[in-house]
């Protein structure tokens, strides 16, 4: 397993990223200017703050060429991780439906959340099924993190069994809409979370929930 | 301020004409505006330590453990053989009185360069801040921005924030204390300094382009009292880029890691002018940097614009010629700027030139170590000379009091303040915010953990500076103690009024000596700091506010305990020398009882206590500890009950057989208490010589059950919860 983790200017996660990763294979960096994939089986985009996220989160990074290189991948069924700002990226690239708008709080926040693993149904193309915890305790940080799309989207989600993680009751520290805390696409290979699941794979930093997100993420090619 | 006189235009710039007369003598004739400019801002306060450098010369710098010391652009000590620790805590308060948000978020800006100048990787951050009572529209404006401020640089660079203090009294509410702690790591071998070195090697200005923002700031600003038209100033504030110095940040380490600079100094006060100068200084020779090559954001500055302004996000480096070009491809790779703007000279001067054409020219002995240093003029004042209202009914109960005090703004949980902040980047935090006494870090690269803390209560210190200073390396000690590390070093910020006026002056020379002494006793180096004078409104000084970071060692992050009770039915107790009395308390303050006097602390009997602690920690010995802090022994124990949402049951009649009154017991403050909890004959098992443990009581049930006398309380566990989470609302609203 060889995983690759785009580094934009302005990334923040990214080495925590490439340690997580390196825990179940081979972890490196992609530098934003290469659309060099080569021999990589899952990818990561990392949290932060990609070219100083001035616009609006995501909104430059979408053309780097790794960027480019990364919706080639997925569209040939690999498997891509966003976490964060990485979500907010493939949101943007339109790789996953919907967008990450400003905390209702209008402050950035960052506490430990318990994320309840949504059902996924196999025939929906429930390739992230392999999650086994019912909940899972990771850290948020961010403040551009409410999820949001139109109504007729979020049933059509629902109905596709694409949302994958919701905050649990009392939990939803941004105000998403229906709790969705990450979502992924109708193939089943590009997944998108607000919470750091490479934070959660050490109990010394508080938790090691996150490990199944990686090893979800990793059996996920369409 | 001096007044603004037209025909003196060294006044304007905050050189008296005693100075002026100095630099024309050194000059031999009288300075242009150019090297006025410069004058005036290497010479300001902030950038001489005019009234402070005499005095810091008490403090001990030398230690076995020291990497490098005071001068550098932050200090560092040793973690095994191969790792570097570099740390240091420096001030921002004007600039965030004037401009909270970007005063507070460029002041995490220059601490991180600071750090990241000696080839240090930023790990943490850490920030003390000061405001007004909270029910001041000024004060919540200027927390607020401050915290946003704060939260935006370190959260935007991926540095986390894992500690820091907050304290609200009224003589801050003009005049806004922000401090920023920054923590780094560095490969000893790849560390580097900031003296300039090789006659014919070129200077490269690395990072943001040069503007018109913060000139002046340092001389201007941070230089003189507060005051009327201060809005006036905010063009002096400066205006900080997180991404832009996260792209510096990374092309600094890639340049350093290929060995490719010589040394590395970052712009601050003082911008070009400060860090050319003392490179030079440093180096013990000349500099020549042409302005006419400065990438400028307004074409039309003139050369005194460039040499003194304060924008943000850049280095100078020195590289040997041959590698120029290297340098600039990699920062080209980072896509910030890079361009070769100087050279390194023997003429021992700092020369400016437009174009090849000399518009200034100063020797660098002059600019760096010729401003006079003055002598203070101390006198002790009498009595306690600063305000004080009772904001708490005098027939208040036990459980009243404890509300009271745990709803106080300096002693309720900050938590709106740091979940605003990234406190987990990085993969290092093995003890977040409020979980633990002090933060805790991972250092799996020396296979080892540190821990950070920082502190400093004003107002202990306005009761006896000396006493008061004494008491905030103590809580420094105190907080590693609770997290089993041994101290390595500490860096302090020393906040205070005007050192021309002879309260502050003995104020600040006391404060010193105290600082002096316990780090000392305690056999810790001091290795770098910062001063920032002038913090005065129209209401007058601000309290003397020394704030000491201080880093510390442990073997592993996991060897650390909580500050929160661990389970019911574990006994607690009370360990060190801990003789409270309400002198200086938050209770005194409450009640409107301020005084000038403190208990002479007693730094053996508080070391011996943090040893023990240390070494309890380590051993796995105590499930909790607590040190006992801002709201005395009450207040501890309904912190460690809230973190665990379990209640207690204590009686503190062993506490008054050291001859306090109940009400001391419960809410006396000073140094020295610790509050633990675990099994009953461990907890005795750590009594030892000059250690004692006092078997104070058990955790468990719903309610906070503490027996005193006539002053018993019972207080249910969820009110106390509720007054200690009050502090966010007001603040959101």
């Not at chain 2, 031999?28 to 290497?42: C, H, K, T, Y």
């Not at chain 2, 208490?673 to 098992?685: D, N, P, T, W, Y």
Request: glycine fraction near 12%; hydrophobic fraction near 40%; charged fraction near 20%.
């Amino acid at each position: 397993m060889v995983w690759g983790v785009v580094q934009f200017p302005g990334s923040c996660d990214e080495r925590d990223a490439l340690h997580a990763c390196g825990l179940s294979g081979e972890a490196r960096l992609v530098w934003h200017e290469s659309r060099d994939l080569d021999g990589i089986d899952a990818v990561v985009v990392p949290g932060g703050f990609s070219y100083g996220d001035y616009l609006r989160a995501g909104a430059i990074a979408r053309f780097s060429p790794a960027m480019e290189a990364v919706a080639e991948f997925a569209a040939a069924g690999g498997p891509v991780l966003g976490i964060c700002n990485g979500f907010q990226v493939l949101c943007e690239t339109d790789l996953l439906p919907g967008a990450l708008l400003v905390n209702e709080s209008l402050r950035f926040v960052c506490r430990q959340v318990e994320l309840d693993v949504a059902a996924l149904s196999p025939q929906e193309g429930g390739k992230l099924d392999n999650i086994a915890e019912q909940t899972l305790s990771i850290p948020a940080k961010h403040g551009e993190g409410r999820y949001w799309a139109p109504d007729e989207t979020l049933d059509q989600l629902e109905a596709n069994g694409q949302i994958a993680f919701r905050y649990a009751p009392g939990h939803n520290p941004n105000g998403s809409a229906r709790d969705i805390a990450g979502v992924r696409n109708a193939a089943g290979n590009v997944l998108g979370l607000m919470p750091h699941p490479e934070h959660a794979v050490d109990a010394m930093t508080g938790s090691t929930d996150g490990l199944a997100v990686f090893e979800a993420v990793a059996g996920a090619r369409a | 301020m001096n007044a603004p006189a037209a025909s003196s235009p060294h006044r304007e710039l905050g050189l008296t004409d005693s100075e002026f007369e100095l630099i024309v003598e050194k000059l031999g004739r009288e300075p242009n505006g150019v090297e006025l400019a410069m004058f005036s801002l290497l010479w300001s306060e902030h950038c001489a330590y005019k009234h402070s450098r005499k005095l810091l010369r008490r403090l001990p710098t030398e230690g076995e453990r020291v990497v490098m010391g005071p001068g550098e652009n932050a200090g560092a000590v040793s973690l095994g053989e191969d790792v570097a620790i570099a740390f240091k805590v420096e001030s921002h308060n004007h600039p965030s009185a004037v401009e909270p948000f970007q005063g507070a978020a460029t002041g995490v800006g220059g601490i991180l360069r600071d750090v990241f100048a000696l080839g240090a990787r930023p790990i943490a951050i850490l920030d003390s801040l000061r405001f007004g009572e909270p029910d001041s529209v000024r004060s919540r404006h200027l927390l607020d921005g401050a915290v946003r401020g704060i939260g935006h640089y370190g959260n935007s660079i991926g540095v986390p924030t894992v500690g820091g203090e907050i304290y609200f009294e009224p003589t801050y509410e003009h005049n806004c204390l922000v401090n920023a702690m920054c923590v780094g790591i560095a490969r000893r071998d790849e560390m580097v300094r900031a003296a300039a070195a090789g006659v014919g090697n070129a200077v490269v200005l690395i990072g943001a382009s040069t503007g018109r923002d913060g000139i002046g700031g340092a001389s201007v600003l941070a230089s003189a009292e507060l005051g009327e038209g201060d809005e006036a100033k905010r063009p002096t504030v400066q205006i900080g880029d997180p991404f832009e110095e996260s792209k510096v940040l990374e092309c600094c380490l890639e340049l350093l890691g290929k060995g490719l600079l010589v040394s590395l100094q970052d712009l601050g006060a003082a911008g070009l002018t400060s860090s050319a100068s003392e490179m030079a200084s440093a180096g013990g020779v000349g500099i020549d940097l042409d302005v006419a090559t400065v990438p400028l954001r307004e074409g039309d500055m003139e050369p005194f614009e460039i040499m003194v302004s304060e924008s943000q996000e850049r280095m100078l480096a020195v590289v040997e010629p041959g590698r120029v070009a290297e340098v600039i491809a990699v920062c080209e790779k980072w896509q910030t700027g890079g361009t070769n703007i100087g050279a390194i000279a023997d003429h021992g001067l700092v020369r400016v030139l437009r174009a090849g054409e000399v518009v200034g020219e100063m020797p660098v002995e002059a600019l760096v170590d010729g401003c006079p240093l003055y002598d203070l003029e101390p006198a002790e004042p009498e009595g306690w000379i600063y305000g004080n209202e009772a904001s708490l009914r005098g027939d208040a109960t036990p459980a009243e009091t404890l509300l009271a005090l745990l709803a106080s703004p300096s002693v309720a949980s900050k938590r709106w303040a740091f979940e605003q902040y990234d406190s987990i980047v990085g993969s290092r935090t093995a003890r977040r915010p409020e979980s633990a006494d002090a933060a805790v870090l991972a250092i799996p690269e020396a296979d080892a953990a540190i821990a950070v803390s920082i502190d400093g209560n004003g107002r202990r210190v306005a009761c006896d500076p000396y006493a008061g200073t004494v008491e905030a390396v103590l809580e420094c000690a105190q907080n590693l103690a609770c997290a089993g590390a041994e101290p390595l070093g500490l860096t302090n910020c020393l906040n205070f009024g005007n050192p021309e006026k002879p309260a502050t002056a003995w104020q600040l020379d006391r404060s010193v000596q105290g600082l002096a002494d316990a780090c000392e006793a305690l056999g810790v180096p001091v290795v770098g700091g910062n001063v920032s004078l002038y913090n005065e409104g129209p209401d007058g000084p601000i309290y003397p506010t020394p704030v000491v970071g201080m880093v510390g060692e442990l073997p592993d992050p996991i060897l650390t305990a909580p500050s929160a009770f661990a389970a019911a039915g574990d006994a607690i107790a009370l360990l060190g020398p801990f003789e409270p009395t309400l002198a200086g308390s938050e209770l005194a303050k409450l009640r409107g009882e301020l005084d000038a006097g403190l208990p002479q602390p007693d730094v053996a009997a508080v070391a011996a206590a943090c040893a023990a602690v240390r070494a309890a920690v380590r051993a796995g010995k105590v499930a909790s500890v607590h040190d006992v802090s801002d709201g005395g022994l009450a207040c501890a124990l309904a912190e460690a009950a809230i973190g665990a949402g379990l209640g207690c049951g204590v009686d503190l009649q062993h506490l008054r057989e050291r001859g306090c009154s109940p009400e001391e017991a419960l809410f006396g403050e000073g140094p020295g208490g610790f509050l633990i909890s675990g099994e009953a004959e461990k907890l005795e098992s750590l009594a030892g010589e000059g250690v004692a443990v006092l078997h104070l009581g058990k955790v468990g049930g719903e309610t906070i059950e503490i027996a005193a006398g006539d002053r018993s309380l019972s207080l249910p566990l969820s009110e106390a919860e509720r007054a200690w989470r009050s502090l966010g609302a007001p603040l959101t609203g």
